[in-house]
């Protein structure tokens, strides 16, 4: 499965072309099932009381921010991460961007 936001902002529009081709690339490399993997675009760092962590924007209906929940039951998961600051130079932003995977080397049978 894969969560992109239907609506991006400008700088998520690169981070979700990059998801998608991931999640293609990590699809037919490694044998997956699209109910193997779940893969996020643009995720952001949020508060919860357990300290912080990654947030996704779900369009449709319910279009708000949901936690990313790590499950075990999945072969691999990622989510691209971005920093809270964006540093401006003339009509560009630029924007730290992080990529995290997590994956289930018995189940994957490959090294990613």
């Keep these: 499965m894969l969560i992109v936001r239907t609506s991006p ?4 529009i690169p981070i979700n072309d990059v998801s998608t081709y991931l999640h293609g690339k990590i699809l037919s490399e490694l044998g997956l099932s699209t109910n193997d993997i779940k893969g ?3 995720t952001y760092l949020g508060k919860s009381k357990n300290g912080k962590r990654p947030y996704f924007y779900e369009s449709g209906t319910n279009k708000d921010y949901k ?3 790590f499950d075990d039951k ?6 691209f991460g971005v920093s809270d600051n964006i540093e401006y130079k003339g009509a560009f932003g630029f924007v ?3 990529l995290v995977i997590r994956s289930e080397e018995r189940r994957v049978g490959k090294e990613c």
Excluded: D, N, P
């Design 96 to 98: 730290g961007v992080h």
């Design 9 to 12: 902002s400008q700088f998520e």
């Design 40 to 42: 996020y675009g643009c």
């Design 67 to 69: 936690e990313v929940l």
């Design 74 to 79: 999945l072969a691999l998961m990622y989510f």
